[in-house]
């Protein structure tokens, strides 16, 4: 087995859709990055966008398929729907998912609708990669994750992945798959590492993970916020109580099933996003198992999500708005007391 | 060209202040002791100081995460700035924007935004406030080359030229789009045609020659306001920085950036400084003062209290009830 980070994993994703099938196409800002001037060239292929995810596709697939673009989202995203209804299958790079507001009308109204409003004739097959997530000081306007924004939307799948492995899997399906996905990437794991095999098979969409099983109290961790659930998990291990961590992946569809599984198991819940509280994954996945699971439930379920503000630049103030470890334990501890 | 001493005490004293805070940034992004993205303007130190030296005060502006150079052109206060870069309690923004957010409305700022072209339609609003409310003031927004290929530039454009508006586009033309050349992304030969699609009046000028974008600047309010039209204006100058700190600027040749410097915008000045009647100890002097000003900001900066994690929950509304926040 070797290991791999999220950015090589998504990396060789892309490569081997690209090797698999030459209707694969990317476009994004600097997404090969670095186009000289044409009396001093400088080095082509030099970026692979801001986080070099994509860096040597250029020189691997040619200009043709790998294409750089002007900073026009509404221009390559629209392109990318009628390029995927004709029969490509692009994949576009969404810079940071904080640009979603200058070209969220292709998406919400052109992808999304396409099949269901035209008779359902034509699909849609494109993917939209994104950076999303606090925490790299990166201010209001770099810094959000809108998942429940996407997942709110009928006609758009969501796919959130947390490791290297996932990553790979889930980026596998998702260009293979027929209807407009959201991919999105988080900026504090790119550099993180698992094992990942040679021959990755890909992980179908809408089926989640548990991460770590336990009987007394399910926890469910939004990307990036697995990583705070396991730190919790350990550390209350130690008193004796058992958590098991949910990893739904995807968020549209959403592996309802496996959740449910643990909520009838444990009966205590904590859910955690680190996206704003208001209409967000954490209340929707909060209002299937009040539904769903009702008589199940020894006591209320535990939201944990950032506030009802945008994300402040400040260190102090984001790591407040950022759910932590230590929150995660109290509420541990208060569901399993009640 | 006939503009009063005290100004051009001002524009020399801006366009050293503004290098000298860049190159202090460049050095702390370095050592890594600020947090979060930093871009610096090393280049645009003409363009920043000539258009605000023609602007009043009080005029509007919007800028972009490359704001450093603007905010201090705007006379926002050196120390509010720095603060603000550092994430502390004091800065300009309260530490809740950061190094591409400094922006203070009571200076004229509209905001320095970290989306492309997000500010031509804002200022195309105040602008629209001013002439609704029969206001004097002036409006310009800055943007780069790489924002005119955007819909929010070319719907400003449209509706401010479709309703008479007198306002600035100022392009500064720095040669990157990220890092991306204009040469592999402009679709006219010279970018200033781009508003002829609007039929808006358009010029351009040397980027790197203060005196003459604060010329031209000057006309183009005097221009615009008498004709109430919008007018497009294209400095050209040379993005000496990577698109952030930290870029390895492998896309910019050292050649490339070895010929720029030979139009450097600081060194330009310099050289210009005789024709306006300034002695070689008189640029020293000034020098030395901007860079006591930078040193006194950096150190003040450094020393300020962070803001108190619970600070992250003010000023979300005007009106909104605190409990519903959490």
Redesign the interface.
Known sequence: MRELTVKEAINEALVESFENDKNVILMG??IA????????????D??GG?FGVTQGLLTKFGPERVR?T???E??FFGAAVGAAMTGLRPIVELMYV??A??CFDQLMNQAAKMRYMFGGKQSVPMVVRTVVGAG???????SQTLYSLYAHIPGLKVVAPYDAFDAKGLLLSAIKDDDPVIFMEHKRLYMTKCDVPEDMKPIPLGKGRIRRPGKDVTIIAIQRMNLFAEEAAQKISEENIDCEIIDPRTYSPLDEELIFESVRKTGRVIVIDESN?KCSLASEITSLISEKCFNDLKTAVIKITA????I??????????IPSTKKIIEAIKKVHNA | MNIDKNKLNWIYKKLFTIRFFEERIKKIAKEKSV???LHTCIGSEAICVGVMSALSDDDWISSTYRNHGHAIAKNCELKQITSEIY???T?I?K????S??ISDFDKGMLGS?????AGPPVVLGAALQEKINGGTKMSATFFGD??I????FHEAAGLAKLWDIPMLFVCENN?Y?????????LNTKELKDIAKAYDMISYQGDGNNVFEVHQITRDAIIESKAKNTPIFLEFKNYRFSG??EGD?Q????L??IE?AKKNDPIKKSIEMASEYNFSSDEIKKIQTDALNEVNEAFDFAETQP????????EE?YVNYPKE???
């Not at chain 2, 492998?250 to 040749?253: K, S």
Request: aromatic residues 12%.
């Open positions: 800002e600097d990055g670095g186009k000289g001037r044409e009396n001093y060239p400088g080095t082509q030099s970026w801001p750089d002007t900073i026009t509404a221009g904080d640009f507001g200058v790299f000081r990166a201010g209001s306007e770099h509280p506030p009802h503000t945008p402040p630049f400040s260190p102090p103030m984001e790591d407040f708005y | 947090p979060g993205y994430g502390r309690s800065g923004c530490g809740r924007g950061g591409m957010h935004f970290g989306i492309v072209a790489g924002a290929h955007n819909g929010a040669g789009a990220e890092a991306t050349a204009t040469d592999w992304h698109q952030y390895t492998l896309y910019q040749p050649e490339e010929e962070w803001p108190n994690p619970e600070d992250a929950l979300v519903l926040l959490r």
